[in-house]
């Protein structure tokens, strides 16, 4: 789906009870709100008649807040999100849709630059190829999201842009159906994307994500070549490290060429050398050294300005390059797999504070800093510095003096 999470404002989520499920007088009122909510939508142009369509019967969706909490990206290793996702059924049937829509995919790569094998894999991810395109309210969800505060005002914006999807006669009210978190369509578009992004990509004058493939295809392209796609260039590879390699150097912000990275001993996953190219691109460790490795190029940061989480992005390049025929993953499999609680990450946080280690708040989740505070314990215990929070490491400072 296309929303952009970051790991912090999950703290509020993970520590703290929810309103929604607050019991007692102090609960805070949600009907109260929604009146508030309604004047300030009546305000900015949303007519009575498109709020009582949307609205009238709205209630708390306690689902929605459960799924919100227990996101996969978060808590699942690499290797099971990616198993779970990258199934043989999923590369067969791609391919199969593929050879079916090709007029049209070709059509929409013509016009905006963006493969017809990427498009299918953002529509393989995020709804198994239109199987399942979510079966919440939009209106419903979203007003549960923003009521809640954890990004209240995020879904606050993105509920008053649903409503201006159904005041320009996109979508009917009741037919606007979607993903907990307000994805809606083959795709999986917010609403604010829908609004900047969608196209009508079959004529007809409306923008249908939802049955329509042209509107879902030319949409899912138009937004990736505005995030910066560029035509002709690859979004990554698997490759092989040196024995030898600086784990500090494996950081999204660390930029080299892929020659310079070969000079470093670096090759393709199968130790064949690297092509000979001058394009920029940084190593990426989803599972820490032991794990896969992956050198990825600008088409991989406009695949994570779909969505922020470096499980799906490497999901999706690999799923493309799956529905062309190239292979598996071939390293890292002997990873440790074993995933951590939010009671281990926890403990680890506050064994890397005791040692002085800046981690932030002890929250059990494993943000930036916390990733940082390892990279310095792994430093100072001679160990390959990755960042990565697994259960090893978790062991090793245990027994640590």
Not at 111 to 123: D, K, M, N, T
Not at 135 to 163: N, Y
Not at 212 to 230: K, T, V
Not at 392 to 399: A, D, I, P, V, Y
Request: glycine residues 8%; negative net charge.
């Amino acid at each position: 789906m296309t929303i952009r999470f970051d790991l912090r404002p999950l703290v509020f989520a993970l520590c703290c009870a929810s309103p929604l499920a607050a019991q007692g007088d102090e609960a805070p009122d949600f009907s109260n709100w929604l009146d508030q909510f309604r004047q300030e939508a009546l305000a900015q142009g949303i007519s009575q008649t498109t709020l009582d369509a949307a609205l009238a019967d709205v209630q708390l969706l306690p689902e929605v807040i459960e799924r919100d909490q227990r996101q996969p990206e978060f808590f699942q290793t690499f290797w099971t999100y990616l198993d779970k996702r990258i199934s043989p059924w999923r590369i067969e049937r791609g391919q199969a849709l593929l050879l079916e829509h090709r007029a049209l995919l070709d059509e929409a790569q013509t016009r905006y630059g963006v493969p017809a094998s990427v498009l299918v894999a953002f529509w393989g991810l995020e709804t198994n190829y239109g199987g399942y395109l979510g079966d919440f309210p939009i209106p419903a969800a979203l007003a549960t999201l923003a009521f809640d505060p954890r990004r209240a005002g995020f879904f606050r914006q993105e509920l008053l842009q649903s409503l201006r999807i159904i005041e320009a006669g996109h979508v009917a009210a009741a037919d606007m159906k979607g993903s907990w978190a307000g994805a809606m369509g083959q795709v999986q578009f917010m609403p604010s994307t829908y609004l900047r992004y969608a196209v009508d990509g079959d004529g007809d004058g409306h923008k249908n994500l939802w049955t329509s493939l042209p509107d879902a295809f030319h949409s899912a392209a138009h937004f990736l070549r505005e995030l910066g796609w560029r035509p002709g260039e690859l979004w990554g590879r698997e490759v092989r490290l040196p024995a030898n390699f600086d784990g500090e150097s494996a950081h999204p912000k660390v930029k080299k060429t892929v020659n310079a990275w070969a000079r470093l001993g670096v090759t393709q996953a199968d130790g064949s050398p690297l092509p000979e190219s001058d394009l920029a691109g940084a190593i990426v460790l989803p599972q820490g050294q032991a794990g896969p490795a992956f050198l990825v190029y600008r088409n991989f940061e406009v695949i994570m300005g779909w969505n922020r989480s470096l499980k799906y992005a490497l999901a999706v390049g690999h799923l493309s390059d799956r529905l062309l025929g190239l292979p598996e993953l071939r390293n890292g499999r002997d990873a440790d797999n074993r995933p951590l609680s939010r009671e281990q990450v926890m403990e680890m946080q506050q064994l890397l504070a005791a040692r002085g280690l800046d981690v932030g708040e002890a929250d059990g989740v494993p943000g930036s800093r916390t990733r940082l505070a390892i990279r310095a314990w792994q430093k100072t215990a001679g160990l390959p510095v990755d960042g990565y929070a697994s259960v090893g490491l978790l062991e090793q400072l245990q027994r640590a003096p």
